[in-house]
């Protein structure tokens, strides 16, 4: 408040500062808000990224530096960078990034990562590139983060109208003011990794948007795409119609990858025998001689990814180098149909030397079959204690699998991040063709994990300790994530019926106010009937029972206030529920008064107005309620009757009736909230019985 101030004297008084955002703070905010920063091509997220080595790659970088520079290929708005895995299509893009971000010429960059769920998906891929181009066109800003400002919810839109709103509009709106456009602009796109993406609708999905838009319109930018030629992708690529604005450049043995590759072994075999801490110990003046390299370059097969596995396994401090040399040099000579054989050769040699190979396959299986994986759930600590491992397991598990895995920093510099180097790894442990007795069992790791699921589900309920509650909720959106997969595909193996049954839920035991017992215990039932074992029903019955006691118990408390009649009605009907905030749309629709005192009855309840404002309980509790309350022989004197049906429906009846003679100025609200009500009306009015208050609201 008084920065730069001398000689300053106050005595008493208040003091009240105010700070005026500048116009589009909010806009850019909320931009960054929507964006993915990890997959930028600086991020710090992604350091160190991969990198083409200094001095190979030269004559694809030329290659896209000439399209770039509209040299040739002048008329295609996309180029195509496609190569099988570990060809090095993400250190091209990213050594390419680089190049232009230097030159001034790169306005945005996205770098999709399978296993990173802030960019393993579409939702953050164009606000992402808008954000960076409020950044890097300045002209543009104004245009861009005045999008965010008007409409908030422009991220929720379709990725079409995100590019439309986001991007061209405010691009279009910059080039009508009359800036005339400038060879200097930035007008680079890099997409890499499509084929990381979702799945292959949403991949293809993104490629006729783009091309589409940008071919429609008289932008001058360009987009960079790289992938996997996944055949979804390659018959896209080949359709007529893209055809006039697209060329591909594959990395195939045109660019003779072999030199750069003999480059790249012979430097970094220079640097091992510099920085080894056991160079001292290889004793030959010639290592590793000519012939060795060219052995190793045959073996590549035209792979980056083999050399620098290799490379990776032979740098290990846990042996010394001319040992690592030697393994490697067993392997058998490469298949000329097949050129991930020798990459496939060295997983196995990698496999065959872990000293704990079940404890290797039980961390392998979590990391590669395990939905939606966040940074928080692949700590050392949270593995450890998830698989219930010994302390230190998983710092042994990354060390031997060094070459293939890094185990990233942390603030405490205990429990780092592991991760996988290449996504290949999990193509080899889920082909067992080319993974032999390495390959991943599926149905036994799956049954595995489910056990794994339900051990971690009953430790969270009964947790004193605050590190257990702690760890323990991270656990519970994991175990809702995969418990019920996990069951679908697993094994009726012994371990995980001793699992189901020794899991406890009895509402005696642990919190039943709390909402995840509510929509805990419908999942833990379909999971169990996911299971294939023939007594399932039998194992869930427990469950089952202990739960339809809670909401009997529970229930007979709502029927005495029509709010909450009306919700429990409402929610055994299929139309699905309005989730809208809470606001006086709602309280008006509801009662205000009635509202608040439901709301005392329900928070000790059964939480059903979490359906109506935030939907933040999973549709399975929703499922299983509805089924509850309409079946007699399940919920006995709780069922739902015509009476309630009626008394639901009067309620609607009536806030159709005020709404029509005496409309509010919260329109939005009001339309929504009275689409739902005409959608839900019929089904109350078929399972109402008449009665004369209904018949006076009709």
Avoid at 198 to 207: E, V
Avoid at 273 to 283: D, N
Avoid at 288 to 309: C, H, M, N, Y
Avoid at 540 to 554: D, G, I, N, R, T
Wanted: one cysteine or more.
């Amino acid at each position: 408040m008084f920065s730069h101030s001398r000689n300053v004297a106050i005595f008493g008084g208040n003091f009240t500062q105010v700070t005026v955002l500048q116009h589009g703070a909010r806009g850019i905010d909320l931009l960054q808000d929507a964006s993915s920063p990890s997959a930028i091509h600086n991020s710090e997220e992604r350091f160190p990224p991969p990198k083409c080595h200094e001095n190979t790659r030269v004559a694809i970088i030329e290659q896209l530096m000439r399209w770039i520079l509209g040299h040739e290929n002048r008329d295609a708005l996309i180029m195509w960078l496609l190569g099988p895995a570990g060809a090095g299509k993400s250190a091209i893009a990213q050594t390419l990034a680089e190049l232009c971000n230097s030159m001034k010429i790169l306005l945005a960059s996205f770098f999709f990562f399978r296993t990173d769920p802030t960019r393993n998906h579409s939702r953050s891929l164009f606000p992402t590139i808008a954000y960076q181009l409020a950044i890097n066109l300045p002209d543009a800003r104004d245009f861009v983060v005045k999008v965010p400002e008007d409409d908030p919810m422009v991220f929720t839109r379709s990725i079409e109208e995100q590019l439309s709103s986001l991007i061209i509009n405010p691009l279009q709106e910059l080039y009508l003011s009359g800036r005339p456009s400038s060879p200097s602009d930035p007008y680079l796109v890099i997409i890499d990794g499509l084929d990381e993406c979702g799945d292959a609708a949403m991949q293809i999905s993104i490629l006729q948007v783009i091309a589409k838009s940008f071919s429609a319109c008289d932008l001058p930018f360009k987009f960079l795409i790289a992938s996997r030629p996944e055949m979804h992708l390659t018959s896209m690529f080949n359709s007529r119609w893209i055809n006039p604005i697209f060329a591909r450049l594959a990395l195939d043995d045109n660019f003779l990858p072999e030199d750069d590759i003999r480059l790249f072994l012979r430097d970094s075999f220079d640097e091992i025998r510099e920085t080894h801490p056991l160079a001292s110990l290889i004793g030959y003046p010639i290592w590793p001689s000519p012939d060795t390299i060219e052995r190793l370059v045959r073996k590549s097969s035209g792979q980056f990814i083999f050399a620098s596995t290799v490379m990776k396994f032979i740098a290990s401090a846990r042996r010394l180098p001319t040992a690592s040399l030697d393994i490697i040099l067993g392997l058998n000579p490469s298949n000329a149909d097949a050129p991930f054989a020798e990459l496939d050769a060295l997983y196995i040699n990698i496999l065959s030397s872990v000293s704990d190979i079940k404890r290797t396959m039980s961390i392998l299986g979590f990391l590669i079959l395990s939905d939606t994986l966040q940074a928080k759930l692949t700590t050392t600590r949270f593995i450890e204690d998830f698989l219930m491992l010994s302390r230190g397991d998983s710092h042994i598990f990354a060390g031997e699998l060094a070459s293939v895995l890094t185990l990233g920093s942390s603030k405490s510099g205990v429990h780092g991040t592991v991760n996988l180097l290449h996504a290949s790894l999990s193509d080899f442990l889920l082909d067992q063709s080319r993974s032999n007795q390495f390959a991943l069992d599926l149905p036994e790791i799956h049954a595995h994990l489910a056990c794994m699921c339900f051990r971690a589900l009953g430790r969270y309920f009964v947790a004193k300790d605050f590190a257990s509650i702690v760890m323990l909720k991270l656990a519970y959106p994991h175990v809702q994530e995969n418990l019920v997969k996990h069951c679908s595909v697993a094994a009726p193996t012994p371990g995980l019926r001793n699992a189901i049954q020794e899991f406890s839920h009895d509402p005696l035991a642990v919190n039943p106010k709390s909402k995840q017992y509510l929509e805990s215990t419908p999942m833990v039932v379909a999971a169990i009937r996911a299971t294939s074992f023939h007594d399932a029903e039998k194992l869930c019955a427990p469950h089952v029972a202990m739960f339809e006691s809670f909401l009997s118990e529970k229930i007979g408390h709502y029927y005495s206030n029509p709010t909450l009649t009306f919700i429990a009605a409402a929610i055994s009907t299929p139309c699905q529920l309005p989730s809208l905030a809470y606001d006086s749309a709602i309280s008006d629709f509801l009662g205000r008064a009635e509202t608040r005192e439901a709301e005392k009855v329900d928070h000790n309840g059964l939480y059903l107005f979490s359906f109506f404002f935030r939907f933040d309980l999973g549709n399975a509790y929703k499922e299983f309620l509805a089924h509850f309350l309409t079946t007699e022989a399940r919920s006995g004197h709780c069922v739902l009757t015509g009476q309630h049906y009626s008394t639901a429906a009067e309620l609607c009846l009536k806030y159709l009736h005020k709404l029509r003679h005496y409309p509010r100025t919260d329109e939005e609200g009001d339309k929504r909230l009275m689409e739902w009500a005409l959608e839900c009306l019929p089904s109350l009015l078929d399972q109402s019985i008449e009665t004369e208050a209904l018949v006076r609201s009709a």
